[in-house]
């Protein structure tokens, strides 16, 4: 009976694991759409002058400030899951260390035992 609710939590947690490896990637694809708008108005501002010939600076339109704070909070939140993901593989090992140390002792018991 215990090896089973061990099996259902392993598989709980690998559940949990997939879910957040799908919003992980999610969130990449997200950052990625982020970064090609800020280098987008990167390059459109490479190609102005103002009335001094200068280049204006990209860094103070309002656009490229929008896409580079998300691309911030995306990276932020990717740590996150990340942190969560490492947290799932270590209950996983645990369970894996759990059931071999019980699978070791049920054999030993059997052994002593005669049975």
Wanted: charged letters at 20%; one cysteine or more; proline letters at 1%.
């Amino acid at each position: 009976m215990a090896f089973l609710a061990l099996a259902a939590q392993k598989s709980v947690l690998s559940l949990q694991k997939n879910f957040l490896q799908l919003q992980y990637l999610s969130i990449s694809n997200q950052n990625q759409a982020a970064v090609a708008q800020m280098t987008t108005i990167q390059r459109e501002y490479s190609q102005m002058k103002d009335e001094n010939g200068q280049t204006p600076d990209y860094t103070e339109d309002a656009d490229y400030i929008y896409f580079e704070e998300l691309s911030n909070q995306l990276e932020t939140e990717k740590d996150s899951l990340d942190s969560q993901m490492t947290a799932i593989d270590n209950e996983l090992s645990s369970l894996k260390t759990l059931v071999n140390n019980s699978i070791k002792t049920s054999c030993t018991l059997n052994l002593i035992g005669g049975s």
